[in-house]
């Protein structure tokens, strides 16, 4: 349960019957569940509301898991990612993500077993976003340079057991602002249009942006 007590089902079970060859079959779901309900603060990289709807299914022995299902950012969302000064950096952590024990007898523990690690990950995530959905980033600290976008799209999310994660769809822009400083022109704010998009063909950290931004100005004519 979330802290509003929207409900996430896992359902499913976990097969230790051979504790060599472990095996899960298990299954999510979850409808406008708040998965982010944060303030903004001076330590958050997200900040907002992020409300989700899950469909998803992991099937498998502990090195052949397969996950594939359906995960659904809902229109009532709000939600804020803060730029850093430094990138985030991405660890692979399912290796110490679940330990499994043998226990002699109920009372004590006289052996351990060394922990089963989790390799071979299959994903395969749809992320649909709805239209009404509301993403942001601030490229400052103070918020005075930001990207605020209404939109929507769906994409594809692929990570491989060999450990790599690809991303393919198109994010539509249906309207949006962006203030930003640049090296030879102040701090402007310009409108996003309606149409452009942010396209992944593969690598997340190089999609193609097809974006047409304005901004009013005013000016006085005169005959010279």
């Given at each position: 349960?979330?802290?509003?007590?929207?409900?996430?089902?896992?359902?499913?079970?976990?097969?230790?019957?051979?504790?060599?060859?472990?095996?899960?079959?298990?299954?999510?779901?979850?409808?406008?569940?708040?998965?982010?309900?944060?303030?903004?603060?001076?330590?958050?990289?997200?900040?907002?509301?992020?409300?989700?709807?899950?469909?998803?299914?992991?099937?498998?022995p502990l090195d052949e898991l397969?996950?594939?299902?359906?995960?659904?950012?809902?229109?009532?969302?709000?939600?804020?990612?803060?730029?850093?000064?430094?990138?985030?950096?991405?660890?692979?952590?399912?290796?110490?993500?679940?330990?499994?024990v043998d226990f002699n007898d109920?009372?004590?523990?006289?052996?351990?077993?060394?922990?089963?690690?989790?390799?071979?990950?299959?994903?395969?995530?749809?992320?649909?976003?709805?239209?009404?959905?509301?993403?942001?980033?601030?490229?400052?600290?103070?918020?005075?340079?930001?990207?605020?976008?209404?939109?929507?799209?769906?994409?594809?999310?692929?990570?491989?057991?060999?450990?790599?994660?690809?991303?393919?769809?198109?994010?539509?822009?249906?309207?949006?602002?962006?203030?930003?400083?640049?090296?030879?022109?102040?701090?402007?704010?310009?409108?996003?249009?309606?149409?452009?998009?942010?396209?992944?063909?593969?690598?997340?950290?190089?999609?193609?942006?097809?974006?047409?931004?304005?901004?009013?100005?005013?000016?006085?004519?005169?005959?010279?």
């Amino acid at each position: 349960f979330s802290e509003k007590g929207d409900k996430m089902i896992l359902n499913g079970n976990v097969d230790f019957k051979d504790t060599e060859d472990i095996r899960l079959n298990l299954y999510l779901f979850a409808n406008n569940f708040l998965l982010i309900d944060k303030p903004r603060n001076s330590q958050t990289l997200v900040y907002g509301k992020a409300y989700i709807g899950a469909n998803a299914t992991l099937i498998g022995p502990l090195d052949e898991l397969k996950l594939k299902g359906q995960i659904n950012l809902q229109g009532n969302s709000d939600v804020t990612y803060v730029l850093k000064d430094s990138p985030l950096t991405v660890e692979d952590r399912l290796s110490g993500l679940v330990t499994f024990v043998d226990f002699n007898d109920t009372i004590q523990v006289s052996r351990e077993v060394a922990a089963r690690e989790i390799t071979g990950v299959d994903a395969s995530l749809n992320l649909l976003i709805d239209e009404g959905a509301k993403l942001s980033c601030d490229l400052s600290n103070n918020r005075e340079s930001y990207v605020d976008l209404i939109g929507g799209g769906t994409l594809v999310m692929r990570y491989t057991p060999e450990g790599k994660m690809t991303m393919t769809g198109r994010y539509t822009i249906n309207s949006g602002e962006m203030k930003y400083e640049l090296p030879v022109i102040p701090l402007k704010t310009f409108n996003l249009g309606s149409g452009s998009y942010v396209e992944f063909t593969g690598d997340m950290m190089n999609p193609r942006l097809n974006i047409a931004a304005t901004e009013k100005t005013r000016a006085s004519v005169s005959n010279g």
